[in-house]
């Protein structure tokens, strides 16, 4: 199956700054391409951290409240240090967790889950910045018109993976969701085929009512 890449979904080229980027020029930049964070490079264009606007409103965070009302807030001294740069590299969140433009969809987004971020700076075998690659980019996904999923599953999934005629089951694809209706030979393939057409690109659910021919799950479950 085609899976869509980090390559094909990154945003380029990437607007990006240096250690030595100061504070209102870093925040101009964001308002100016109407985005949230840059990544900060170094010389040979690694990136080495983010600025994201809220790295930016530590600063803000940090000050007393004018009117008193407010209690300032503590801030861990890491943080502290932070709120109180004016330069990116005093700024940025660090280290710049990174993907490669060869990695899907689904491999961007369990690093930013894991990591809880919201972009990917996307680099070469070299380290340096390429692109960049936000959770709206691999949502696009999901943009994908229902009649390619249809056509990836019958002939990508059934024929070249499977070895079944793309006419040997039913496929329908409405709004991302996926029905398979028909009757399969065994009955261990239904669990193979929900679990193949739920990892195609743009499906977000899918409804499996197939009959077998053989339960060969008894067979093999009595042989162990």
Request: proline share 5%; charged share 30%; net charge neutral.
């Amino acid at each position: 199956m085609r899976h869509r890449t980090v390559g094909q979904l990154m945003t380029r080229p990437v607007v990006s700054v240096r250690p030595g980027t100061g504070f209102k020029e870093i925040a101009r930049l964001l308002a100016e391409h109407d985005i949230t964070a840059v990544p900060v490079l170094d010389a040979e264009d690694r990136p080495v951290g983010i600025v994201s606007e809220a790295d930016l409103l530590l600063g803000e965070c940090a000050r007393e409240d004018p009117s008193g009302l407010l209690l300032t807030p503590r801030l861990a001294p890491e943080q502290a240090a932070r709120s109180r740069a004016t330069t990116a590299d005093g700024l940025m969140s660090r280290p710049a967790l990174c993907c490669r433009p060869e990695w899907t969809a689904v491999e961007a987004a369990r690093r930013m889950q894991h990591a809880h971020l919201k972009r990917l700076p996307v680099v070469d075998e070299a380290g340096r910045l390429i692109g960049i690659v936000s959770r709206g980019d691999l949502l696009r996904v999901f943009l994908r018109q229902d009649r390619a999923i249809r056509e990836e599953i019958r002939h990508d999934l059934l024929d070249r993976t499977l070895g079944l005629s793309p006419d040997a089951l039913g496929v329908t694809v409405e709004d991302g969701r996926v029905t398979l209706t028909g009757t399969v030979e065994r009955r261990s393939l239904v669990g193979v085929l929900e679990r193949l057409c739920r990892s195609v690109d743009g499906v977000v659910d899918v409804t499996v009512l197939l009959g077998h021919r053989e339960d060969d799950t008894v067979r093999a479950a009595a042989e162990r």
